[in-house]
């Protein structure tokens, strides 16, 4: 079962599951979340308070929606992608940019950077993925100069009281059948509302990127509480 291979090797699993849906995942991205995903993604690189000429990272950048993004909203930043999905990358790659970004391959829990090399590094639904979240937010803290930001977009677990049983019939009921339908990857896609409620809460984030080292941390919740934007200063 799904879950096993899950709770066995979590980095193996996210990575094959990727590579099997690389094809799709723009698409069903946009169908998912009813186009927003693009507009959560610039309100992110918003708060990443980036100077004109200075040099963004993208962890788990996958098809590099993110990177493709801030090249457009800052043409004087240097934009570099990492993602451990090859598959992810090559369809990044795939695309047109507005100018050329490197993707390289990396592991977010050893990113393949020195230290202090970043003005921000931002990440856009990765950390739910990752074993160990806190190594994650230190490695990402470790390439970020000091003062600059950490920056982590993600599917939050609802939290309102009336929208919770929607979102859950939306979550565990349409999404897994919907990701099968276009993907052809049902278990991917069940996978996503049980990593989205496994998620902590955005309070209990916050507490995580500060016990990772992060000062000034705050967030912002997106889509009745189903999306939060977390930043914090290095
Ligand atoms: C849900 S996708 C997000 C892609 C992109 N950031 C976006 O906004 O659409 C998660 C990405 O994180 C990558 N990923 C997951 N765990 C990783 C890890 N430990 N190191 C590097 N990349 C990882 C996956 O390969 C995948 O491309």
Redesign the pocket.
Known sequence: MASESLRDDK?RY??RM?ARIAARYDLM?TLMTFGQDQRW?RQMLEVSNLPPRGRLL??????G??ARQAAQLYPGVEVIG????LE?MAAAQAKRFRRPIPFVQ????ALPFVDNSFDAAV????LR??ADRKAALREQARVTKPGGRVVCLETAPPQNVLMEPLFRLYFFGLIPGIGGLVSGDAEAYAYLPNSTVDFPAPGAFKHEMELAGLRNVSYRTLMFGAVAIHWGEK
Do not use: Q, Y
């Open positions: 980095p996210v990575n990727f991205n993604r993208d962890v788990g950048a996958g098809t929606e993110i990492a993602d451990f999905t992810m990396g592991d977010t829990l990440s856009g639904f990765l993925n990752v």
